[in-house]
């Protein structure tokens, strides 16, 4: 185990006194990394936490994590564990994984650790960008992991990443180290496991060392997507502002420093977890952008949405927007849309964010309220009425802010104010009599 050594004391700065958090499924894997780590702690007076997960789904998981426990109380290893105790309908193994990283993070947080160490090995890296490649993904993506990822607090790392399984389990069987056995593991139901069971042995047939080239692969794409990344940064600021894509700024850059902005986007979004987004998602953020319509949308895993409206475009949970509300204006209401509406004793302002209304010309109360199709007003100082939606259009409301834009209404369900936009013909000048004032701010 001396490049694990070397990396831990020469590159990682592992320290006199520090506190390690480990991953520890029972496999042999994080069995051996649990094992090495342990070896090092006289030298280097460790504190190590083991953070075991039981996914609750095989009989034999009780079991071993009683055995577990065992091994660390022999061991003088502080042992933490959980139970999932159900699962959603969603992708079983993202929502284990999302589930365990939680957690893993909870345990790094409790014990002030500033390591999180997972087993993960070099077939484990070939397996990944192998997929990967098959799936579609970014330069990121492609380069499946790395040995080091800066959570800000602490820091993942995988000591083991030049390892192959079979030196692993040659670790295991010399320290005649126990370790669980996960027979999912051979169902080829799964896309992994296919790439393990079959891909990996002709690869190996054809190299031995074939995991030193997917290292270097690896390496590689890293150092340029780095590289690409500092590029980005330039100009991310002034293309991508508060949550949402400047059309005419974006088409200025570079077709590559686009597709990482776009990249750079989704990965903020799904939290990093690029199994989750392929090239496919990519590209159609880019049509989108590209498109001729001012205003059109799509559809991205996990309940978002892409709004392209003029010159922006933005990204929304489809959870989070309310399609309709209907609100009584007694003195104030808070609207969805992040503005308020309250009835004032004066003002002076006679811009559209404020209205003055009679009761000779409106049925009170009043109420605010979302469009409804075939929504028209009598425009002040305009003849005849006009369709709230072409009001929209006009003044390029984007189709996000359509949604939830307010319309006051009297209780005959006449609109008398679009609030920042249109009044109404109801509305009364400052010199007028009127009998309510109401601010939109």
């Known amino acids: 185990m001396d490049k694990a050594y070397q990396f831990l004391v020469r590159d990682l700065g592992l320290s006199y006194k520090d506190t390690v958090v480990i991953a520890v499924s029972g496999g042999p894997d994080s069995m051996s990394l649990l094992h090495y780590i342990n070896s090092l702690r006289k030298e280097f007076d460790l504190t190590i936490v083991c953070a075991h997960v039981n996914h609750n789904i095989r009989k034999e998981s009780a079991s071993e994590k009683e055995y577990l426990e065992n091994y660390c109380n022999l061991n003088g290893i502080i042992f933490e564990s959980m139970i999932i105790e159900e699962y959603g309908e969603d992708n079983f193994h993202n929502e284990a994984r999302s589930k365990r990283y939680r957690y893993f993070d909870s345990i790094v947080k409790k014990y002030n650790s500033t390591y999180l160490f997972t087993a993960h090995h070099a077939d484990d890296l070939i397996e990944t960008i192998l997929m990967r490649i098959a799936r579609g993904s970014t330069i990121h993506g492609y380069a499946g992991f790395s040995k080091v990822v800066d959570i800000g607090s602490y820091r993942i790392v995988r000591p083991f990443i030049e390892y192959t399984k079979e030196e692993l389990l040659n670790y295991c069987n010399k320290n005649k180290i126990k370790f669980a056995t996960d027979a999912s593991n051979e169902k080829d139901v799964y896309t992994r496991n296919r790439y393990r069971k079959y891909v990996l042995p002709f690869l190996k047939s054809e190299d031995p060392n074939i995991h030193e080239k997917f290292m270097k692969f690896s390496n590689t794409l890293f150092m340029y997507d780095d590289y690409i990344n500092k590029q980005l940064e330039l100009v991310i ?53 590209r498109s001729s319509k001012p205003n ?56 559209n964010f404020v209205c003055r209304l009679s009761t000779k010309d409106v049925v009170f109360p009043l109420h605010v309220r979302t469009r409804l199709i075939g929504d028209k007003m009598e425009i002040k100082g305009m003849i005849g009425r006009k369709k709230i939606s072409d009001i929209f259009i006009d003044e390029k409301i984007s189709t996000h802010e359509r949604e939830l834009w307010p319309i006051v209404v009297d209780s ?30």
Do not use: C
Not at 264 to 285: A, C, F
Not at 416 to 426: I, Y
């Open 296 to 351: 059109s949308y799509i559809y991205l895993p996990n309940n978002v949405k892409a709004v392209r409206s003029y010159d922006i475009v933005s990204f929304v949970f489809e959870e989070e927007v309310l399609n309709s509300y209907d609100v009584e204006i007694l003195e104030h209401v808070n609207l969805p849309n992040g503005m308020n509406i309250s009835i004032v004793d004066k003002s002076n302002d006679s811009s």
């Open 237 to 289: 600021d002034d293309v991508y502002k508060q949550d949402t894509i400047n059309v005419d700024k974006f088409m200025m850059l570079d077709y590559v420093l686009q597709n990482k902005l776009v990249n750079r986007v989704l990965e903020s979004i799904y939290n990093d977890d690029l199994m989750l987004i392929t090239d496919v998602h990519v590209n159609l953020i880019i049509n989108l952008i």
């Open 412 to 441: 005959t369900g006449k609109i008398v104010w679009l609030p920042g936009l249109k009044k109404s013909k109801n509305d009364r000048s400052k010199d007028e009599k009127y009998d309510i004032i109401l601010k939109y701010y």
